[in-house]
């Protein structure tokens, strides 16, 4: 179910993967990311040549994407893009795998997924966005950049 308050919002209602209650800006991708040569640890720039993102960094923002790609090595990449500073705010995303809960887990970025909606349907790249990870909501204001 999709509430449309007067304000503008969206809510969508889904499963928490990762406590902890975060807002920011959506950087939003129809395809999946490959943590192990797809992203750039350092700079939280996805640096796989074929990607829509391409060159885009996902460092503070609110990451939302179907899912994850690719060996074992997204965990790691992920971490190392926490420790240096570059990881996402938030993870929302649709498909539910080891790597991506094992990625949400080592960035310790609250995550929801199993949205009653396609988040990829709903949020654009731009949109403020709440991830609730604590009760599995997420919130949408529309291209309200900084909320």
């Known amino acids: 179910m999709t509430d449309r308050p007067s304000n503008d919002k969206i809510i969508l209602h889904g499963r928490g993967v990762v ?14 990311i490959s943590g192990w040569g797809g992203v750039d640890s350092m700079t939280g720039t996805i640096v796989e040549t074929r990607h829509e993102l391409c060159g ?67 949020i654009e790249t731009g949109d403020w966005v709440k991830v609730d990870g604590d009760n599995g909501i997420v919130e949408i204001t529309k291209g309200a950049k900084g909320g």
């Open 56 to 122: 885009q960094s996902f460092a503070g923002k609110v990451l939302v994407f179907p899912g994850a790609k690719g060996s074992s090595g997204w965990s790691a990449a992920f971490h190392m893009a926490r420790i240096a500073g570059v990881a996402p705010k938030a993870l929302v995303f649709n498909e539910m795998t080891t790597k991506v809960a094992l990625g949400a887990v080592v960035m310790r970025t609250p995550s929801v997924t199993e949205l009653d909606q396609d988040p990829l349907d709903v």
């Open 19 to 32: 406590d902890g209650c975060i807002e920011g800006e959506a950087l939003v991708t129809k395809e999946t």
